[in-house]
């Protein structure tokens, strides 16, 4: 069976990222921790981390400690579609807590990877049959950082 796993690159910091994102996600789980061989590699002292494989919304990751030669940037984010604002709010504030806001639902999280908390109701706003109200959706999405159903709603009602 072929299968397709994110593999993130950190720098030291991949079992607390690891943790960090299974505690966001009713099912997330770390799957298992890979320790480097007793020899060490290049990145990991003998018995360290290397490795931690895990699982969130279904999806398994692996989170490597490779060292500080690569960094996260916004060409790869992860979306997370939600239900309401209340889900909006929680992750939301957990993902920009030591992290930082973007605009229009983007955020960097602590460890600098971009995430895009987007409401389900969002993405049927601005797919809106009616090309004036999906506009309205769209343009005030992008006034927004964290989206704000409440006001997308009063946009798409104008």
Known sequence: MTTITPFLWFDGNAEDAA??????????????????PSGGTP???????????????????????????FRFC??????IQV???????????ALTDGGEPGPCGWCKDRFGLSWQVTPVRLLELVQDPDPVRAQ??????????R????????????
């Open 19 to 36: 943790q960090f994102y299974t505690s966001l996600f009713d099912d997330g789980r770390i799957e298992e921790v890979h320790r480097a």
């Open 43 to 69: 990145s990991n002292a003998p018995g360290s981390v290397m490795v931690v494989l895990f699982t969130l919304a279904g999806q398994r990751f692996a989170a490597l400690n490779g060292g500080p030669q």
């Open 136 to 145: 309205r959706a769209f343009t005030a999405m992008m006034s927004m950082s």
């Open 83 to 93: 239900a309401d604002q209340a889900e909006v709010d929680r992750l939301w504030a």
């Open 74 to 79: 916004e060409a790869v984010s992860f979306q």
């Open 147 to 158: 989206i704000d159903l409440a006001a997308l709603e009063a946009a798409v009602a104008d």
